[in-house]
């Protein structure tokens, strides 16, 4: 959903309508040829002329990245291996796993609109690991105004989104890993809603023993939705022109239905090892959404004695009219006890309206 305008829909009949809400193995010879060649993969599409499509799907909230520390790399995490914060980029990441996790993200979202995401992944030995997420934004109350009352009806309306994800993923070989999820998309709006099931799929390979790894995933591809509830209902005279019938017989306004934002990218991660105590992580995404144009986003990760993170990077680069920019943020990895702690930071930069902010924990059990 997206910010400024939580519902797009079109009666038959009646145009486009928009309810505005107010709120909003010789690896030191063959990895740099694979390296070069997925660099190009990249670089193609982001190059591609195409004309946006923004504003033209629905349970556009999906595509809110729940990982403050990816989200601090410039949303760079489709290669990205390593544990539970990885999995809504790549279900592939799934693959590696060997300890039950948990993540909790809180989003500071536009205007006061509240986002938070909780996960679990469970690997089960000789199975692989599976997955489970949910997902929530919320405005808030909203005051009801119209044009007879400009400031407020007396009601107030809430505009919520939820999706709800499955997955499970394992490594095929010691370098290959895939992964598929099932998404439940829920959006409601005062007394309406619609819902729609999605899919993800994803692989990951391993270029090197060094760890420079090529990774892809397609997300939610699935059905369409469209809205209903009584908010369409409506009182229909089938001839104005006519005394005697029955002039409010009960109708409800059907609206077409919206596909969700398909996204498909590809990229690379690759480490490097600084010194005793310390490493870098590149990662590179492009992107290709069937909602906009293509873009390129870029990401790198300091991490000094497995302790301390930080981050920068820059997101959708060469998206059309994007909103988009840096981000930056910090990550701090511990222990409690005998259980594994990571808590991570996120800002990112936005041209028009306000920065945002998220907050990310994790606890392996």
Request: no cysteine.
């Given at each position: 959903?997206?910010?400024g ?8 009949g ?7 809400t107010?709120?909003?193995a010789?690896e030191t010879?063959?990895w ?19 004309q ?14 729940p990982?403050?520390r ?14 539970i914060?990885?999995?809504y ?8 796993a ?21 996960a679990?992944?469970?690997p089960?030995?000789g ?8 997902m ?5 109350d ?16 809430t505009?919520e989104?939820?999706a ?6 394992r ?8 992964g598929?999820?099932v ?5 409601t ?16 390979y ?5 760890g420079?790894t ?24 089938n001839?104005p ?17 919206f596909p969700?934002?398909?996204?498909f990218?590809?990229?690379?991660t ?12 590149l990662?590179?995404?492009?992107f290709?959404p ?9 990401g ?6 497995e302790?301390?993170a ?19 943020g910090?990550?701090?990895?511990g ?16 041209t028009?309206l306000?920065?945002?902010?998220r ?7």
């Amino acid at each position: 959903m997206s910010v400024g305008s939580i519902m797009e829909k079109r009666a038959k009949g009646g145009g486009l309508r928009r309810i505005e809400t107010g709120h909003r193995a010789s690896e030191t010879r063959t990895w740099p040829a694979a390296l070069l060649a997925a660099l190009s993969l990249l670089i193609v599409p982001a190059g591609a002329a195409a004309q946006t499509k923004a504003g033209t799907t629905i349970g556009a909230f999906v595509g809110i990245e729940p990982s403050a520390r990816i989200g601090a790399m410039g949303n760079a995490g489709v290669a990205i291996y390593d544990g539970i914060q990885s999995i809504y980029y790549n279900p592939a990441a799934l693959g590696p796993a060997s300890q039950i996790a948990l993540q909790f993200t809180h989003g500071f979202w536009f205007a006061d609109i509240s986002y938070d995401y909780a996960a679990v992944l469970l690997p089960v030995r000789g199975w692989g690991s599976f997955f489970g997420s949910l997902m929530a934004l919320n405005s808030g109350d909203i005051d009801v105004r119209t044009v007879d009352q400009p400031l407020g009806t007396g009601e107030r309306y809430t505009a919520e989104d939820v999706a709800l994800s499955l997955g499970y993923g394992r490594e095929i070989t010691d370098r290959f890993g895939a992964g598929v999820q099932v998404n439940y998309i829920n959006e409601t709006i005062f007394h309406s809603s619609m819902h729609v099931v999605t899919f993800n799929i994803g692989t990951v390979y391993r270029l090197s023993q060094t760890g420079l790894t090529l990774g892809s995933s397609l997300s939610n591809f699935g059905t369409h939705g469209r809205f209903s509830g009584r908010d369409l209902a409506i009182q229909y005279d089938n001839d104005p022109n006519r005394f005697g019938d029955n002039s409010s017989l009960p109708g409800e306004q059907l609206t077409d239905d919206f596909p969700v934002p398909i996204l498909f990218r590809v990229g690379v991660t690759w480490p490097r090892q600084l010194g005793n105590d310390s490493e870098v992580l590149l990662a590179v995404d492009a992107f290709h959404p069937s909602d906009n144009t293509e873009s390129l986003s870029l990401g790198w990760e300091w991490l000094w004695k497995e302790a301390l993170a930080v981050r920068a990077g820059y997101q959708t680069l060469g998206q059309r009219d994007s909103e988009l920019g840096l981000t930056a943020g910090l990550g701090l990895r511990g222990a409690l006890g005998q259980y594994r702690f990571q808590l991570d930071y996120g800002w990112a930069h936005h041209t028009t309206l306000q920065e945002t902010h998220r907050l990310t924990f994790v606890l392996g059990l």
